[in-house]
């Protein structure tokens, strides 16, 4: 009974194999996976359900590892950067640059305590403007451990994609309204996406009727 109840407390931690599931998984997403998803496919199956959880991830699996913030030179450990930083010639400061993972800087901000009056998925797209300033925002902070891999990206893309091609197309009709349009769509295109991963679990398509109702 022990055994169990251990295993149970660990499973939101733990990474699950590739294929779907015909129960429902929500999870948070890794913000590495959803900004670089065929990099990090292995983060795909990750059961974060929590937001500190995904800190936790993102301090085991992304972490850029210990380098001089002046060369960017990398090292195995403390004492080597230690001995590094301390000798009589100092290194050439390097023009800035992306690390792969995350900086002791991001780190230090990832580790402040999220305001208690802040929704979760606020919180994660703190983290996701911490890791990817200036980045666009993906569509969803959650990923869906019931679908394979592939739908998952597919719907991704659909709602990131589809509003910004409609609102090109309405350029050339002026007579149609377009404020909101976008907002508007990609509210439509989440509340479709959930009918249709209902109806693919239960091994049936939408049909067309409702697809256009």
């Not at 929500?26 to 199956?45: D, E, G, L, T, V």
């Not at 699996?61 to 090292?75: L, N, P």
């Not at 992306?98 to 580790?111: A, Y």
Request: glycine share 4%; net charge positive; aromatic share 8%.
């Amino acid at each position: 009974m022990t055994k169990t109840r251990t295993k149970i407390m660990r499973t939101p931690r733990t990474c699950k194999g590739k294929m779907g599931h015909p129960r429902s998984i929500q999870s948070f997403a890794c913000p590495f996976y959803k900004r670089y998803p065929m990099k990090h496919r292995r983060c795909s199956r990750c059961v974060l359900s929590k937001i500190s959880y995904v800190k936790q991830h993102l301090v085991r699996w992304h972490s850029a590892g210990i380098y001089c913030a002046r060369c960017y030179h990398t090292f195995s450990n403390n004492d080597e950067l230690e001995e590094h930083i301390r000798q009589p010639k100092s290194c050439k400061i390097k023009a800035l640059k992306q690390m792969n993972g995350m900086t002791t800087s991001q780190r230090e901000l990832l580790s402040h305590r999220a305001s208690q009056s802040q929704e979760a998925d606020e919180q994660w797209f703190e983290i996701w403007n911490i890791l990817f300033p200036g980045e666009k925002r993906p569509a969803s902070v959650y990923t869906d451990l019931g679908l394979p891999e592939e739908v998952n990206l597919f719907m991704d893309y659909v709602i990131d994609n589809l509003p910004r091609e409609i609102e090109s197309h309405l350029q050339d009709s002026p007579s149609q309204q377009k404020d909101g349009v976008e907002d508007f769509v990609k509210q439509s295109l989440s509340r479709l996406a959930e009918t249709w991963k209902k109806d693919w679990r239960n091994g049936a398509l939408p049909q067309e009727s409702e697809v256009n109702g």
